[in-house]
């Protein structure tokens, strides 16, 4: 409770567990005691009698999780707290022709130094990898763009590796998803959370009741590859008009790279169109706006299959703020049943990284909970 609250009292915990005060005091000590949990400033609770109670929280000192977040051009190491924040990340570019076994002695060389900081007192290593990975078996099918992945057991040879360490593994897109729940649909208390990473790839996380929802392999809530047009062009993964071929945000600047000598000389970047679109660039907008209305076709698919009661929109395209969520929710209410929209809640996701707070939380959670 203290963790999924963040800050809560001796007393709502006796509330909300059903044990009596006197247990409640006892096992709190014990985590106190072990550094886990740690004593906050007063916290007022508007009780009856107006008394205040003091907050419990999870311990900033003295222990760490270390997060390694595998992409197809760089990973990233970081370091956090038993509260989630980042004390220090690094990130390291991969070489387009490095192999696996090349970037595997890379991650333990910068696994190492972080160790060096924070061994004695480490809850575990958590690892995020792209799709699809088969989270069960713990082996990558396939990363398009990079290296040998599938005839490589990356986390097999991790924990020979560190065989006294905990590692776990988790799909990044089902990391970040899980980071959304625990961030907005907690407090939010979502049944079903849908949340839309849309950016280079356009991919969800589907989580029931806290629960992120993996699939029978690992692979569910691919919602890039659901067909938006059934005549549309032929996708790699076989189907024709996938959602991700007309809304990645690789799609996006191809589209509007045509235009885009009258706004300026320079290649094109995903920052600059967030800026036009911002200073409401006409080209851009009509773009962008055509992006909103296929990510919707998308959402209304998902809706209807899933009936989700919050929709968190995140990675690249969050930048572009609340008008473009809401161009979105205009489309999809078009399109869907007045009581289904009417109970759907649609967030933007924080400015994080997602994938290493999702991945903190699934070391977290096996762990410690
Ligand atoms: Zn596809």
Known sequence: MIYERRLCSRSEIAQGSGLDASTVTRVVQQLVDDRIVEESILQKVENQRGRRS????????????????????????????????????????????????????????????????????????GITLPGPFLEDSERIVLITESPDWHQFDLIKRLREHYKNIPIHSKHDAKAAALAVWISQGLDSESKVTLYLSAGQGIGSGLVFSGNVFKGSLGTAGEIGHTSVDLNGPLCRCGNNGCLELYTSSLALLRNLGKDWQNISSQPISFEEVVVAYKNRNPSVLKEVSRVAQYLAQGLVNSINLMNPDLIVLGDEYSKFGDSFLENIKIHIQKKILPSVFKNINFQLAPQTDLVIGGSFHHVIQNEML
């Open 54 to 125: 003091i907050g419990l929280k999870m311990a900033a000192d003295p222990h760490r999780v270390l997060v390694v977040r595998l992409q197809r051009l760089n990973f990233k190491v970081a370091m956090l707290d038993l509260t989630g924040s980042i004390l220090k990340s690094i990130e390291i570019p991969v070489n387009s022709v490095s192999t696996a076994e090349n970037i595997f002695d890379r991650i333990v060389e910068s696994l190492n130094s972080f160790l060096g900081l924070c061994k004695e007192n480490l809850v575990g290593i």
